[in-house]
């Protein structure tokens, strides 16, 4: 029904924000990974998904639609609601997410609090063909890098600075010159901070 909200943000919380589009505040639902990439910024768009229920009318949102594609694939799961796919975004990336479900990794999806084996089972025998086929494109970091963006990370976190932050820093970095080294790297990721 809705494919997007963009108006001012006037609530935020860890599960859900209200943002005032045009008068009228929307109260959204939203996974910990949407709350960390929300800024603080006055106005935001937020991709969305209407769960009609007999009991209930709830608004989902997300940041990007890739989190967004994944949640309603997560909720056609047999047992996966949308409360459960939530709590999965929450606790993964859309990419680690992506890539626990395409590289049948159960035990990352195990990881998350109230997934069992056979539930994190059935979300790869339901949705791994589906996610290959979905056209859903994950910036994707080759073993290397991945390697080298660790170490970067687990420096810049010894020298006190936030996850987040230092995530969002180096993956900017990766993003734009793919033949740094570690070194550079939290050299660069100074620079932002």
């Known amino acids: 029904m ?12 860890p599960t859900y924000i209200i943002v005032d589009v045009g008068g009228v505040g929307y109260m959204i639902n ?10 603080d910024d006055e106005v935001v768009k937020i991709y969305t998904h209407f769960a009609v229920r007999e ?16 949640f309603g694939l997560l ?3 047999s047992g996966v609601g949308a409360n459960t796919a939530r709590l999965i975004l929450s606790s993964l990336t859309t990419e680690e997410a992506y890539d626990a479900i395409v590289q049948s ?14 539930t994190a089972q059935r979300i790869i025998i339901d949705l791994k063909d589906k996610l290959i086929k979905s056209g859903i494109e994950l910036e994707k970091i080759d073993q290397v890098h991945n390697t080298i963006r660790e170490e ?17 820093a180096i993956d ?13 790297l939290i050299k660069e990721a100074l620079k932002m901070m």
């Open 2 to 13: 809705y494919d997007y909200l963009k108006g001012r943000l006037v609530e935020k919380t």
């Open 30 to 39: 939203i996974s910990l990974t949407t709350y960390s990439k929300i800024k």
């Open 55 to 70: 009991d209930a009318h709830t608004l989902y949102g997300f940041y990007d639609i890739n989190e967004r594609s994944l």
């Open 75 to 77: 909720i056609t799961v």
């Open 105 to 118: 990794k159960a035990n990352v999806l195990q990881g998350v609090k109230g997934i069992g084996g056979k």
């Open 152 to 168: 970067a990370l687990s420096g810049l976190l010894i020298l006190g600075f936030n996850k987040p932050g230092a995530e969002k």
């Open 172 to 184: 900017k970095i990766l993003r734009n010159d793919n033949t740094i080294g570690v070194e550079g």
